[in-house]
């Protein structure tokens, strides 16, 4: 039902049950906020929506606050501006007020707010909290001081991640966020998903950069240094960079790479497209097996650490397969010579997520002590890099990436949204059984929405039943279906709503809508490339057919598969 209201000496039409933020919003009129967050409930706590409604004395949250029929409204008053300068000013007043030095500097919600609410001196004087930097996380880097106690980080770690790895410790000017027992990060339960940097509004929360370590890397003239990227970087890079996205930019990055001083560019998708395959292999196989259970996938890291430590249940179903940026670490630390002028290979690898930090220092993923794969970048951090070494992207020519790994199928990108690797599988394994293409419109159930899907594919009279849990809250419907004896051949699991398009090293999405719109860039790749699936990659007939030739283990699988075990944490 729509209705008249009164804001600001002007007519606007509301609708019953929307906030007063809704219902302004919706008729041009922004309200700074804090603590908000799009699709979540409000908690109402920062109070910088506050707005004045007649005949209440108190100035009003419009973020939580339903509209009535019958308000009044001052969005903008001199007492409402005051009422919000007040409160930056507070949030300022035990700052530290190293914005230059701050990893957020110029991308702070709470510099841009401070600049809206014009504020020019310190008039309110608070102690300075001792600054602490936890930096014991592989992937998450915590500064205690620079926290405004927004909650969104708390929130987003409960209500969609599930680990509820952190909370509010302490009481009153000692109040602080952080793991169980006021740990550090790497003592916690924390999956590393970096869900919690995407929604914080400071430099209290960000990611851990190794910018320093590949730039020594990059001074040294013994290394070689071979980096490689997933299928998505380059499309996320070009959001970044601020530059429009086209088909030339992947070629681009690579010329890009080159010239920053990297000796080896790869594709992780050649990765993805040997997942996948491996993963096609393994459904088929495990058909006649008696006892079949469905095979969980492993290729979120964060996921996998998740599983160990809160359903080890499952950790039997878990594939044993690695990651893509861990399969093509492993062929790329097999096959790139080192040589009496470079003996050491130096190995970074670009992706979407945060976890992947972690994972590439897990044990099981070094040979010898040695890792496959050195250091992970996140799309900001290449971003930074490109603009450190003076990369101009418009004005360079575009190039190929290296063999062996120099192309990819458009399955791969696929995997980057959630679905995409059961959606990949499913299309790999009828092409397997003889069939030209899969059931799309079966396949394309994948594609929906929402945090638990199911599927069933026909190929060659055979019924492939699936399921995707996109993001973690879908995960009890999958374990409810498990153990209900529900027969999934196989079945998905990605920690970030959305998956890889939704990663912790992305740029914030913002929205479920701006995450969808990721996607569909996806699909729509996918509909345009002509390389479908792995089947078709030259990369992955030259891998299978000879490359792998060289390494025993690469020959025999060993070096694509890890192991996974039950992981006690402090709740
Ligand atoms: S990285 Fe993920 S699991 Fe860790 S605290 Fe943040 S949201 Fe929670
Ligand atoms: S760490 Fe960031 S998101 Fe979490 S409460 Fe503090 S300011 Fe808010
Ligand atoms: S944004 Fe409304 S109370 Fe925080």
Redesign the pocket.
């Known amino acids: 039902m729509q209705f008249t209201i009164e804001v600001n000496n002007k007519s606007i039409k509301a609708e019953k049950g929307e906030t007063i933020?809704s219902a302004l919003n919706r008729n041009g009129i922004k309200i700074?906020?804090?603590?908000?967050m799009a699709e979540f409930t409000?908690?109402?706590?920062?109070?910088?929506?506050?707005v004045e409604v007649e005949g209440r004395d108190r100035l009003v949250?419009?973020?939580?606050a339903p509209v009535e029929e019958w308000m009044k409204i001052q969005t903008h008053s001199p007492r409402v501006i005051r009422a919000r300068k007040t409160i930056v000013e507070l949030l300022l007043s035990n700052h530290p007020d190293d914005c230059l030095y701050c990893d957020r500097n110029l991308d702070c919600e709470l510099q841009r707010l401070s600049d809206e609410m014009q504020v020019r001196e310190r008039r309110i004087r608070g102690s300075k909290i001792k600054p602490r930097r936890d930096q014991s996380s592989p992937a998450i880097v915590r500064e205690l001081s620079k926290c405004i106690l927004?909650g969104r980080c708390l929130r987003v770690c409960e209500e969609v991640v599930t680990a509820t790895s952190i909370d509010f410790i302490g009481r009153g000017r000692y109040t602080h966020v952080g793991p169980a027992m006021d740990r550090d990060f790497n003592f916690s339960s924390c999956i590393h998903c970096g869900q919690c940097v995407l929604v914080c509004p400071t430099g209290a929360l960000h990611e851990k950069h190794y910018l320093s370590e590949v730039q020594e890397q990059l001074s040294k003239s013994d290394v070689t240094r071979v980096i490689q990227y997933s299928p998505l970087v380059p499309y996320a890079l070009a959001g970044e960079l601020g530059v429009k996205y086209h088909r030339d930019f992947d070629r681009l990055m690579n010329a890009a790479l080159r010239k920053i001083g990297f000796d080896r560019v790869f594709l992780s998708g050649a990765g993805t497209d040997i997942l996948i395959t491996e993963l096609a292999d393994a459904v088929i196989s495990a058909r006649d097996k008696p006892g079949r259970k469905p095979l969980i996938v492993s290729a979120c890291p964060a996921w996998v650490k998740y599983c160990e430590q809160f359903t080890p249940g499952l950790l039997p179903m878990l594939s044993t397969l690695k990651t893509p940026q861990q399969i093509s670490g492993a062929i790329i630390k097999s096959v790139v010579p080192a040589t009496v002028y470079k003996p050491r290979v130096y190995t970074v690898s670009v992706t979407p997520c945060t976890a992947m930090k972690f994972e590439a220092r897990r044990d099981s993923m070094t040979r010898k002590g040695i890792s496959d794969i050195d250091t992970v970048l996140t799309v900001r951090e290449l971003a930074r890099l490109i603009v450190l070494y003076g990369i101009d992207m418009s004005n360079i020519d575009p190039e190929p990436a290296d063999e062996p790994m120099a192309l990819r199928s458009s399955a791969s990108l696929l995997a980057e949204a959630a679905g995409g690797i059961t959606e990949s599988v499913l299309r790999l394994i009828a092409v397997m059984a003889g069939e030209k293409e899969a059931d799309r419109p079966a396949v394309k159930k994948l594609r929906n929405s929402g945090t638990f899907r199911e599927a069933m594919v026909t190929a060659a009279g055979v019924t492939y039943t699936v399921a995707v849990v996109d993001g973690l809250k879908g995960l009890e419907k999958l374990e409810k279906m498990i153990e209900g004896g529900a027969d999934y051949d196989l079945a998905e699991v990605m920690v970030c709503p959305g998956g890889c398009v939704n990663g912790g090293g992305m740029v914030p999405a913002g929205s479920k809508e701006a995450v969808r719109q990721r996607s569909k860039f996806i699909w729509q790749t996918d509909d345009q490339e002509a390389v479908k699936g792995p089947e078709q990659s030259a990369s992955v007939e030259a891998l299978y057919g000879k490359v792998f030739d060289q390494c025993s283990e690469l020959a025999d699988k060993k070096l694509f598969h890890t192991n996974f075990s039950k992981r006690d944490v402090l709740l």
Do not use: E, Y
Request: charged fraction near 10%; glycine fraction near 4%; hydrophobic fraction near 30%.
């Open positions: 933020l700074p906020t804090l603590c908000r409000p908690t109402g706590a920062c109070r910088m929506c506050v949250t419009a973020c939580s927004c």
